[in-house]
């Protein structure tokens, strides 16, 4: 199936992917989303103070539960540092007839300095 996005597409903007097909059918496996999310932990913002050796989900690709389904979220800020990455997560939806809406993801407390 050929994308439907391109880096020429509109500005990049945060949107969710639903686990659900156009059709209403939950997305299967049941822990796509953490899948998903498990793969784009490499973008990751460095930690102050060396490397981080623990595989953490990245703050631009996170999973999560909205109104009991599972979700990704993406950060548009995703598409500054890798586009293709940002390009692979609408394409992943799309090709698998997932549902997703354009939305103001919240941005992420900082954690607190010790």
């Keep these: 199936m050929s994308s439907s996005y391109s880096a020429s597409a509109a500005p990049a903007t945060d949107f969710i992917i639903q686990g659900q097909t ?3 059918r939950p ?3 049941s822990d796509w989303a953490d899948r ?10 460095d930690q102050v103070g060396g ?3 623990h595989l953490r989900y990245s703050p ?3 999973p999560a539960l909205i109104e009991g389904m599972r979700s990704v979220l993406v950060d548009h800020r995703l598409h500054a540092l890798e586009p293709l ?10 090709d698998n007839d ?10 992420l407390r900082q954690p607190a300095s010790v």
């Excluded at 990455?85 to 799309?94: Q, V």
């Design 22 to 24: 156009s059709e209403g």
């Design 27 to 29: 997305f299967r496996p």
């Design 36 to 45: 998903l999310c498990g793969i784009m932990s490499r973008f990751h913002p």
């Design 51 to 53: 490397f981080d050796r």
């Design 60 to 62: 631009y690709v996170t």
């Design 85 to 94: 990455a940002y390009f692979f997560l609408r394409d992943f939806a799309c």
């Design 98 to 107: 997932l549902r997703v809406i354009d939305a103001c993801v919240l941005p």
